[in-house]
């Protein structure tokens, strides 16, 4: 029998992800915005919220500016080639949650089968 608590965690794990997803989104589409600066999320902070939270979607992990990256001479410091790479590792992480997840429902929707 799936652990409920787990099936939250993926919850929250997913809902992590989708917001990351946003933010990279919006950097791309800021590549051109002077002054602008990247933004993403603290992926293992925002994660042990989540869990600290027992999965709960209503928390919207913060964004922060990230530090360091090369700044053209506008200000901005998006890199398309950088958010491109970041964003494929996130929907890599997105779609193995989606699939870990499915297999909780099988688990449970198997033991429901064997207790008929």
Known sequence: MPDFSSIQGLQGYLSVLSNRQQLIVSNMANVDTPGYHTQDLDFRGAMRQVMNEGGNLDLVPA???????????????????????QLSETQLQYQLGVQLLKSKFHQLLTAIKEGN
């Not at 990230?66 to 958010?83: K, M, T």
């Open 63 to 85: 964004s922060r500016e990230l530090q360091g990256l090369p700044e053209r001479p506008d200000g901005n410091n998006v890199s398309i080639d950088r958010e491109s790479l």
